[in-house]
């Protein structure tokens, strides 16, 4: 019998079962994202939970540099 493995691509847990089981069995609750990067081109990740999909959220998210905010600051030096 051969086996069927999902990876949380956030935390990295795992979930089995046989291939010939529905996906709905095994993967109730997780959540799948399809990333659309060009013409026939999608990568898929799988997450199995809200939160592991946010840690990966805010990993994908640019981040201001923290001395540019800092210049914006009113008051502060002046």
């Not at 081109?41 to 997450?47: G, P």
């Not at 990993?59 to 210049?71: G, L, N």
Request: aromatic share 12%; glycine share 8%.
């Amino acid at each position: 019998m051969k086996i069927g493995r999902v990876t949380c691509h956030s935390c990295g847990r795992n979930a089995e079962s046989p291939l010939e089981e529905p996906p709905c069995k095994v993967l109730g609750g997780w959540l799948t994202v399809s990333y659309w990067k060009g013409p026939q081109s999608v990568d898929q990740y799988m997450f199995c939970s809200f939160a592991c999909l946010q840690r990966w959220v805010d990993t994908q998210v640019p981040r201001i540099p923290e001395a540019f905010s800092k210049a914006f600051e009113k008051g502060k030096d002046k």
